[in-house]
């Protein structure tokens, strides 16, 4: 494997999202578009006159764009499918990102690049050659260990399996985010309950409640305490990203379409740190702590390595929601910008900001920064602090607008 080959492929659910991931030097993202995609519900998700924007902004930085229609298909999603593929390539989207057999039919027939999905369940040479007549990048099961994801791609390289490019299939695998309690992410329970399916991008999330267990014999209950039983803690691979870069993996992808932007850029740059670690033989354990230290500041629910090492059962959340060791305290927002001076004014809508506390601001057309705050002035006197319904200014390098949001970073 050659480790100049290795993609940081990033979520990005926002043009905040897509922003932060280029500036934080990733290779490739992924998105979706209307409907037809597995975070229909939980990401803000573009529409179709997205799709030149996204590609141009990625072209200038020579970053790859994969378009996601990776639901359950019907047969009247069959003209929007349609549709979205010939938008994407008109529009210059590097690939598609699919399971369903129809998808990469008409990809195939109109000449668009195509990746198969973790939906598609691969895990084993056979299907790898029978998807490459469709694609030329699997994303395998969730549930492969790194024996077996580097059985494929040493089986890849001797038979010679090679994609509509021409050239040898690669392999991409999750490296960080969240992980489903089902198989490669097809699920039921929120159909079942709740009529809106997880296959078709509505999940509702059931497996991260609590539940209490009833006897039907006697009605006796009991309340399942200490774990979640069903919400797995999040995948995070920097502690052994040597192994799966060594296994004949290509493509690292971050889950977290549906995440904010800070998480984002954090997990790119500590993945993308390691990966140029590796590539300069300097990958070792301190580096590791601290990356793992920086992962945890941002949303996730416990860390554990996913099935990689040969782990046969998941490890369960013991508490709901994040386990983040920092949050963010919504603020206010954006009101003008000083080109000259390089000044953003706000608009305190809640709480105190103090000088010394730390700030994230995100917007639309940036993407994320993160600072301290070490000077603010307020009809341009210093103040030391302020408060709900100030309007005050600070330095800031990047333009400031309505649609602006700013936070304060606090210890959870």
Same mark, same amino acid.
């Given at each position: 494997?050659?480790?100049?080959?290795?993609?940081?492929?990033?979520?990005?659910?926002?043009?905040?999202?897509?922003?932060?991931?280029?500036?934080?030097?990733?290779?490739?993202?992924?998105?979706?578009?209307?409907?037809?995609?597995?975070?229909?519900?939980?990401?803000?998700?573009?529409?179709?006159?997205?799709?030149?924007?996204?590609?141009?902004?990625?072209?200038?930085?020579?970053?790859?764009?994969?378009?996601?229609?990776?639901?359950?298909?019907?047969?009247?999603?069959?003209?929007?499918?349609?549709?979205?593929?010939?938008?994407?390539?008109?529009?210059?989207?590097?690939?598609?990102?699919?399971?369903?057999?129809?998808?990469?039919?008409?990809?195939?027939?109109?000449?668009?690049?195509?990746?198969?999905?973790?939906?598609?369940?691969?895990?084993?040479?056979?299907? +790898?050659?029978?998807?490459?007549?469709?694609?030329?990048?699997?994303?395998?099961?969730?549930?492969?260990?790194?024996?077996?994801?580097?059985?494929?791609?040493?089986?890849?390289?001797?038979?010679?399996?090679?994609?509509?490019?021409?050239?040898?299939?690669?392999?991409? +695998?999750?490296?960080?985010?969240?992980?489903?309690?089902?198989?490669?992410?097809?699920?039921?329970?929120?159909?079942?309950?709740?009529?809106?399916?997880?296959?078709?991008?509505?999940?509702?999330?059931?497996?991260?409640?609590?539940?209490?267990?009833?006897?039907?014999?006697?009605?006796?209950?009991?309340?399942?305490?200490?774990?979640?039983?069903?919400?797995?803690?999040?995948?995070?691979?920097?502690?052994?990203?040597?192994?799966?870069?060594?296994?004949? +993996?290509?493509?690292?992808?971050?889950?977290?379409?549906?995440?904010?932007?800070?998480?984002?850029?954090?997990?790119?740059?500590?993945?993308?740190?390691?990966?140029?670690?590796?590539?300069?033989?300097?990958?070792?354990?301190?580096?590791?702590?601290?990356?793992?230290?920086?992962?945890?500041?941002?949303?996730?629910? /416990?860390?554990?390595?996913?099935?990689?090492?040969?782990?046969?059962?998941?490890?369960?959340?013991?508490?709901?929601?994040?386990?983040?060791?920092?949050?963010?305290?919504?603020?206010?927002?954006?009101?003008?910008?000083?080109?000259?001076?390089? +000044?953003?004014?706000?608009?305190?809508?809640?709480?105190?900001?103090?000088?010394?506390?730390?700030?994230?601001?995100?917007?639309?057309?940036?993407?994320?920064?993160?600072?301290?705050?070490?000077?603010?002035?307020?009809?341009?006197?210093?103040?030391?602090?302020?408060?709900? /319904?100030?309007?005050?200014?600070?330095?800031?390098?990047?333009?400031?607008?309505?649609?602006?949001?700013?936070?304060?970073?606090?210890?959870?």
């Amino acid at each position: 494997m050659n480790i100049n080959e290795v993609e940081i492929l990033a979520p990005v659910g926002s043009y905040e999202s897509l922003n932060a991931a280029l500036k934080a030097g990733c290779n490739s993202v992924y998105f979706g578009v209307e409907q037809l995609n597995m975070r229909a519900r939980s990401s803000i998700n573009f529409t179709t006159d997205d799709l030149k924007e996204i590609a141009n902004k990625c072209n200038e930085l020579n970053v790859k764009t994969y378009l996601t229609i990776n639901t359950v298909l019907y047969s009247h999603d069959i003209s929007l499918m349609k549709a979205i593929v010939d938008q994407a390539k008109d529009n210059g989207i590097t690939a598609i990102i699919a399971a369903d057999h129809a998808v990469m039919s008409y990809c195939k027939t109109i000449g668009m690049p195509l990746h198969i999905s973790t939906q598609a369940n691969v895990t084993n040479i056979e299907t +790898v050659e029978f998807y490459s007549a469709f694609a030329n990048v699997m994303v395998l099961s969730r549930e492969l260990s790194l024996r077996q994801v580097g059985e494929i791609a040493n089986e890849i390289k001797r038979k010679q399996i090679k994609g509509p490019s021409g050239n040898l299939i690669k392999l991409e +695998v999750f490296a960080h985010g969240a992980l489903c309690m089902a198989v490669s992410g097809k699920c039921y329970l929120s159909l079942h309950s709740n009529n809106s399916s997880a296959n078709r991008g509505a999940c509702i999330q059931n497996c991260r409640k609590d539940y209490i267990v009833t006897s039907i014999d006697d009605g006796y209950e009991l309340k399942i305490e200490n774990e979640y039983i069903m919400s797995a803690k999040d995948l995070c691979t920097i502690g052994f990203l040597d192994l799966i870069i060594n296994s004949g +993996v290509t493509i690292l992808k971050i889950e977290g379409r549906g995440r904010a932007a800070d998480y984002v850029d954090t997990v790119v740059r500590c993945y993308k740190e390691a990966v140029e670690a590796i590539q300069e033989d300097t990958y070792t354990k301190d580096k590791i702590t601290s990356w793992t230290k920086q992962l945890a500041t941002v949303f996730n629910r /416990g860390f554990w390595d996913g099935y990689y090492l040969g782990r046969k059962m998941g490890e369960w959340n013991n508490s709901y929601g994040s386990k983040a060791t920092e949050k963010k305290i919504f603020l206010g927002k954006g009101v003008k910008f000083y080109s000259k001076m390089k +000044v953003g004014e706000f608009k305190m809508e809640s709480h105190i900001l103090n000088k010394g506390d730390k700030i994230l601001i995100t917007s639309p057309n940036f993407g994320i920064i993160k600072a301290e705050i070490d000077e603010m002035r307020v009809d341009d006197i210093c103040v030391d602090s302020v408060k709900k /319904g100030d309007v005050f200014c600070i330095k800031v390098n990047e333009t400031i607008r309505p649609s602006t949001k700013l936070y304060k970073v606090v210890s959870s």
